[in-house]
């Protein structure tokens, strides 16, 4: 079985300001990693993935993220929010075993301000 | 190409009544999801069909949700009768197989229901 863990509810952040948003795993198999963004009244898009190779993966609009196995961690950094960055934040893991089962995380909402 | 398309994008009900709610996913994909979203919450899966078969359903209340997916194309969810619990953002996504592992999903807007 998988589990995700996003470690804060929320976090506010002013404008052009950094943000790192926590998220833990656990899978007793080998596992695929996403961050995707929700803004208000829509379904979720896609930030980001990490399949395989490299461990820091880039996204879209300015966000990354880092696999690190050891810490089984995949957090989501951008060095400098804007305004439009507002949103919740799902983390979700595929195990390799699952056969496209998500497992998503709670929910981190950011919340920039001026 | 389109996205996910899904039907109606709100809908306020009484408990005890009947909703249903429709989705099209992107063209080609074979798999299609279900998910309910309860506020504060991230989403969870209620039903994966493959094709038109059903994949995983294992937490999908049966007693009063039911969706079917005729065709392979378009699924409808349906929820008789509706309970004040069940107020919530449904989400459809879709992902193809040709793409191979791991069958990234393509979501919808999502319907939020509210049962009053």
């Known amino acids: 079985a998988q589990s995700v863990t996003q470690l804060d509810s929320q976090v506010p952040v002013f404008e052009e300001a950094p943000v790192e948003l926590r998220c833990n795993y656990s899978?007793?198999?080998?596992?695929?990693l996403f961050w995707y963004v929700q803004y208000p009244n829509q379904g979720l898009q896609l930030l980001l993935k990490?399949?395989?190779?490299?461990?820091l993966v880039k996204g879209i609009n300015g966000f990354e993220a880092e696999f690190n196995k050891s810490q089984t961690s995949f957090h989501l950094r951008k060095p400098s929010v804007h305004i439009s960055d507002t949103a919740e934040y799902f983390c979700?893991?595929?195990?390799?075993?699952?056969?496209?089962?998500?497992?998503f995380g709670a929910g981190t909402q950011v919340v920039v301000t001026p | 190409e389109a996205g996910v398309a899904q039907s109606p994008r709100y809908k306020i009900i009484e408990k005890r009544q009947s909703v249903a709610f429709w989705c099209n996913p992107i063209?080609?994909?074979?798999?299609l999801y279900w998910y309910q979203q309860i506020l504060g919450q991230g989403p969870k899966l209620l039903i994966q069909?493959?094709?038109?078969?059903?994949?995983?359903d294992s937490q999908l209340p049966k007693d009063r949700f039911s969706a079917e997916r005729l065709k392979g194309v378009d699924s409808t969810l349906k929820i008789q009768p509706a309970k004040l619990e069940d107020s919530a953002v449904y989400l459809c996504?879709?992902?193809?197989?040709?793409?191979?592992?791991?069958?990234?999903?393509?979501f919808g807007p999502g319907t939020r229901l509210t049962v009053t």
């Open positions: 996504a879709s992902s193809s197989l040709i793409q191979g592992p791991p069958y990234e999903q393509y």
């Open positions: 899978s007793s198999v080998s596992v695929y």
């Open positions: 990490y399949l395989s190779g490299s461990t």
């Open positions: 979700a893991v595929i195990s390799t075993d699952s056969w496209g089962k998500f497992q």
């Open positions: 063209s080609g994909h074979a798999t």
């Open positions: 069909f493959q094709n038109n078969g059903v994949v995983d």
